[in-house]
């Protein structure tokens, strides 16, 4: 892997790891993992399990509970924590796990303008088997282990190398000064990408906790403040935390760092905030690092009215701040947001479906802002710090979904037919062959602003220019009808070649299959 001269490999305890060694193939033989993305969830995680990985995955399932439904369909999870880590200053990021996964998780970080290199160590089934994987992974990141350069390296342990139990745990914690951050990211363990964020996050903060407890550490880079601060828990929209700062000011407060941080130091600073804002509600992780380091936690956000009203009090009550000083603050900031809200009206239907975590702040935001919202899905799970936002939804008539599936919103969207559908790529695609205007969640709507008197009418422009194209969507639709769909989309020279023959014979042979396996399951 590197041609460096002299080589030491006894960096570490890890050298003297016993790996588990496969038998030995017969010469010729096909190499068969049996694991691979193919072999689904439950092999693969009945696999992690056998490998020592039960510790781990029952923390997850507690974490991230699953249910309604199991599994929301959304991207591969492992994206959340790679995003995390590659906005990360000074902070290296390597994946471990099957080629076409780390395609597909390098082609998107791109997309999104990762603007850094994604490590790879490459998996076959010989270096799974052999144990030989493991070693890879350590010869890499002490090949990268430059203080310079890095402030920490995050390996990430995809599916199949956490299905085959590879111990990153077995990795030093710190190489030349540079903090190595393990983390097992399977898809079968954790149900969306937002939640694999908080993996990262809460073990970033586990180890700059472990730092604090040992002694001095890297005071911010702005400084330090001479006032209390609200560290802010979720990604969101950059001028969202000087408002919140604006909001928190009349109360002698100040707004700390955004988790996940955006430099190692940052860390730092959260955890030494006085409380800390749920903004986003399923950092489950973190949240149990900031109450180990004895921060209080203050769910929903100051957002709308309502919204601004009520935080504003839950963070004065957590500092135990005087009635007439968060009265004043409300004052100011309430009637501000009102009329920022009154300016920008929203009249209309509006259905609402995400997996960003910030789907009941929009809702509520636009009911404030007049519009009928009867429907908002999440793919993220219910928790204690969205509590607020989901009693207030529900008291104005909207359904809040957890764990929503793609055909619950497609449901909704077809049943209601909304004035404006915000949802996932394939809600939008589905509100466009109903003719119904649509907006992508995650490039249209979390890139504005949410909080305050600042977030009040940031929406408004957007939502009234796509509902206003009912029109154009309406004549669209009727150009492209009869265009054909599903298997007869497209342009034919003739008739398309339907088989429904042979599609009935395969749909036997499934039957098959499936009593085949309900039979299994009763011996
Ligand atoms: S890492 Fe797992 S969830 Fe992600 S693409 Fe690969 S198989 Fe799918």
Redesign the pocket.
């Known amino acids: 892997m590197t041609d460096r001269q002299g080589y030491h490999v006894d960096y570490d305890d890890a050298g003297s790891v016993t790996v588990t060694e496969g038998a030995a193939r017969a010469p010729g033989a096909p190499v068969e993992d049996g694991m691979g993305?193919h072999a689904g969830a439950e092999t693969m995680e009945a696999a992690a399990r056998a490998a020592g990985k039960s510790d781990i995955l029952d923390q997850y399932a507690a974490d991230y509970p699953q249910g309604p439904h199991d599994k929301p369909q959304s991207m591969?999870?492992?994206f959340g924590s790679l995003r995390v880590g590659l906005r990360m200053r000074r902070t290296a990021t390597v994946l471990s796990?099957?080629a076409c996964?780390v395609y597909?998780l390098t082609f998107v970080s791109h997309f999104y303008g990762a603007r850094r290199s994604v490590g790879y160590v490459p998996v076959d089934s010989e270096t799974l088997v052999t144990g030989k994987l493991f070693e890879d992974i350590r010869e890499s990141v002490h090949d990268l282990a430059d203080p310079d350069r890095y402030d920490a390296i995050v390996v990430t342990n995809?599916?199949v190398p956490t299905a085959s139990g590879v111990p990153l745990r077995l990795l030093p914690d710190e190489i030349n000064g540079v903090r190595i951050i393990g983390i097992d990211v399977?898809?079968f363990g954790i149900p969306t990408h937002a939640e694999a964020k908080d993996v990262l996050a809460g073990a970033m903060l586990n180890y700059a906790r472990k730092e604090i407890e040992a002694g001095p550490v890297q005071a911010p880079a702005s400084g330090k403040t001479d006032r209390p601060t609200v560290a802010l828990l979720g990604e969101m929209f950059p001028a969202d935390p000087m408002m919140i700062g604006q909001m928190l000011d009349p109360l002698g407060l100040a707004a700390g760092p955004v988790v996940p941080a955006r430099e190692w130091r940052e860390l730092y600073a959260a955890l030494a905030s006085s409380a800390v804002a749920a903004i986003h509600p399923f950092y489950t992780a973190s949240m149990r690092e900031f109450s180990a380091a004895g921060r209080s936690i203050v769910g929903s956000a100051p957002v709308g009215v309502e919204g601004t009203h009520n935080w504003l009090a839950q963070i004065g009550d957590s500092f135990g701040l005087s009635a007439d000083k968060i009265t004043g603050a409300q004052n100011t900031f309430t009637l501000a947001t009102k009329a920022a809200l009154a300016a920008n009206p929203i009249k209309g239907t509006v259905t609402l479906s995400g997996y960003e975590g910030s789907e009941l702040l929009v809702a509520r935001l636009l009911i404030e802002s007049g519009a009928h919202v009867p429907y908002v899905g999440t793919a993220c799970p219910k928790t204690e710090a969205s509590a607020w936002d989901r009693d207030w939804l529900d008291a104005h008539g909207c359904k809040v979904v957890y764990r929503s599936s793609l055909e619950d919103d497609l449901a909704v969207v077809e049943g209601l037919r909304p004035d404006l559908a915000i949802g996932t790529t394939p809600v939008v695609q589905k509100a466009k062959e109903l003719g119904v205007p649509s907006l992508y969640y995650t490039n249209l709507i979390s890139a504005r602003p949410l909080m305050g008197p600042a977030g009040a009418g940031s929406l408004a422009e957007v939502i009234n220019a796509a509902m206003a194209n009912g029109d154009r969507m309406g004549k669209m639709k009727a150009f492209f009808e009869g265009v054909g769909r599903e298997d007869t989309a497209g342009v034919w020279e003739g008739d398309p070649n339907l088989r429904p023959d042979f599609r009935a014979a395969h749909q036997k042979k499934l039957d098959k299959q499936a009593r085949a396996a309900k039979a299994a399951e009763m011996i």
């Open positions: 993305c591969c999870p492992a796990g099957s996964c597909g995809l599916c399977p898809g």
